[in-house]
């Protein structure tokens, strides 16, 4: 089963397939079965989407809000060498995505406009060595700081803005707050504003609004993952009108079969339940694409581990991880599904020949670019997949461009919210991860009372 239609690139699910791996895949028989699950699932989503109450696949066919990030971005950047991130989760890996796509190229836009762009960090992991070190190393008169927390109650981001807030008034600083940071945060909209809000105010520092309906993790074609990317020279236009063409499949596709996230979300799902596949392994086989299995993760994890159901996701990266994960892929426990992500690149990159291919032994390296390498590896991995009977799904993209990201992810945003509603748990909440929030104030409760004892 191959699905292509209205994407730029194609979703191979025949190695799921009893046809291709045997009796560790589905047959005919409960493919079907499981497309038909899922249908009704399709139709909510679908009354989802036309009703205007999904924000985050309204979201794709906006262009009003880029513009206000721009003019936010242009006004914070300037003077500007260094711009810190902080934020975590949904708030930072969606934009490390973007950013990191763009590291390796930067659509229309020269080397000299390029290296006139300020440098993107994010610190996403609250750490005291390392919020020290950035605070020490950075010279604050020329970086900028950009917080996001859609609640606005984030510990650890509260912490890293107000360590900084602090950092810069020790610098004598302080007098440039407004000029030196940007919150993304929810608007106060029932006159209780959030800690993010407060410090703002006391410090009239500017807020971008974060959109209330859409989650951290599905906040990535929003302001929280457009701004980051603005910052790289993303085209946040075709990036946004790929995640466009993912709604459109999803609205007007005649059959499941034409549509890549239900298919896909219907088949991992039959494993799951059938074939106790429930290990979801994401290798992408592109550098500029390895924070996007890192995004995938928190994706998957935390919008389908409710209720004791769900599988768990993990990122690796190709070639990197034939060397590492590969083997217990195609002879541990047969639990894995494994996604490709491949990428045509056949005659890329730099070329062996003359006196240097005289050095290798290997005579079929000879004269070949290390997009025929890769190229190469790829397939092989996929096949030994397949002769060793485990589950793989290819996405095959002929170029990484903005538009294809785009469709990438909305592709598994959309997935997952289906995968959510055909296993019956709610893919936008995440009770569990509360408790530790409760517990962590709990403690530091605790030891503030024991040292003023």
């Known amino acids: 089963m191959k699905i292509e239609k209205g994407l730029h690139f194609s979703v191979n699910l025949s190695g799921c397939l009893s046809s291709k791996i045997g009796e560790y895949g589905l047959d005919q028989s409960a493919t079907n079965e499981w497309l038909k699950k899922i249908a009704p699932h399709l139709d909510r989503l679908r009354g989802e989407i036309k009703e205007g109450t999904l924000e985050f696949a309204r979201i794709a066919e906006r262009r009003d809000d880029i513009e206000e990030a721009r003019?936010?971005?242009?006004?914070?950047?300037?003077?500007?060498?260094?711009?810190?991130?902080?934020?975590?989760?949904?708030?930072?890996?969606?934009?490390?995505?973007?950013?990191?796509?763009?590291?390796?190229?930067?659509?229309?836009?020269?080397?000299?406009?390029?290296?006139?762009?300020?440098?993107?960090?994010?610190?996403?992991?609250?750490?005291?060595?390392?919020?020290?070190?950035?605070?020490?190393?950075?010279?604050?008169?020329?970086?900028?700081?950009?917080?996001?927390?859609?609640?606005?109650?984030?510990?650890?981001?509260?912490?890293?803005?107000?360590?900084?807030?602090?950092?810069?008034?020790?610098?004598?600083?302080?007098?440039?707050?407004?000029?030196?940071?940007?919150?993304?945060?929810?608007?106060?909209?029932?006159?209780?504003?959030?800690?993010?809000?407060?410090?703002c105010e006391t410090y009239d520092i500017p807020i971008l609004a974060h959109p209330p309906a859409i989650g951290g993790r599905f906040s990535v074609?929003?302001?929280?993952?457009?701004?980051?990317?603005?910052?790289?020279?993303?085209?946040?236009?075709?990036?946004?009108?790929?995640?466009q063409n993912v709604v459109d499949i999803i609205v007007n596709a005649d059959r499941i079969e034409d549509c890549a996230p239900a298919a896909s979300a219907a088949i991992a799902t039959g494993l799951a339940e059938l074939h106790n596949i429930d290990i979801r392994v994401m290798m992408p086989y592109a550098d500029r694409l390895a924070r996007y299995s890192n995004w995938f993760v928190q994706l998957w994890a935390e919008s389908l581990g409710k209720d004791e159901k769900g599988s768990t996701p993990i990122a690796a990266l190709g070639p990197v991880d034939q060397h590492s994960q590969l083997q217990l892929l195609l002879a541990g426990p047969r639990r894995h599904l494994v996604t490709l992500v491949t990428q045509c690149c056949q005659r890329r990159g730099p070329v062996i020949g003359g006196e240097f291919a005289k050095l290798l032994a290997i005579e079929e390296l000879r004269g070949r670019s290390v997009g025929d390498i890769v190229n190469a590896e790829q397939r092989a991995v996929y096949q030994a997949l397949i002769e060793t009977k485990r589950p793989v799904i290819e996405i095959k993209m002929p170029e990484i461009t903005a538009e294809n990201l785009g469709e990438l992810m909305m592709y598994s945003m959309m997935e997952t919210v289906l995968t959510a509603y055909l296993i019956g748990v709610d893919p936008f909440d995440q009770p569990a991860v509360e408790i530790g929030k409760?517990?962590?104030?709990?403690?530091?409760?605790?030891?503030?009372k024991d040292e003023l004892v």
């Open 438 to 448: 409760c517990l962590t104030r709990k403690f530091l409760q605790k030891t503030h």
């Open 71 to 199: 003019q936010a971005l242009k006004k914070l950047s300037y003077g500007a060498r260094d711009l810190i991130f902080f934020g975590t989760g949904g708030s930072s890996l969606g934009g490390q995505t973007l950013t990191h796509f763009s590291e390796h190229f930067i659509p229309d836009c020269s080397q000299t406009a390029a290296s006139q762009r300020p440098n993107v960090i994010f610190y996403e992991n609250l750490d005291p060595t390392t919020l020290q070190h950035v605070l020490d190393r950075f010279c604050l008169s020329t970086t900028r700081f950009i917080v996001i927390s859609k609640s606005g109650e984030t510990v650890e981001t509260l912490f890293q803005f107000l360590a900084a807030l602090q950092a810069v008034k020790r610098a004598g600083l302080d007098a440039y707050y407004p000029q030196m940071f940007l919150v993304i945060t929810e608007p106060n909209t029932h006159g209780n504003p959030n800690s993010m809000h407060r410090i």
């Open 221 to 243: 074609f929003s302001v929280v993952g457009i701004l980051p990317a603005i910052a790289r020279g993303v085209d946040v236009d075709a990036f946004r009108r790929g995640a």
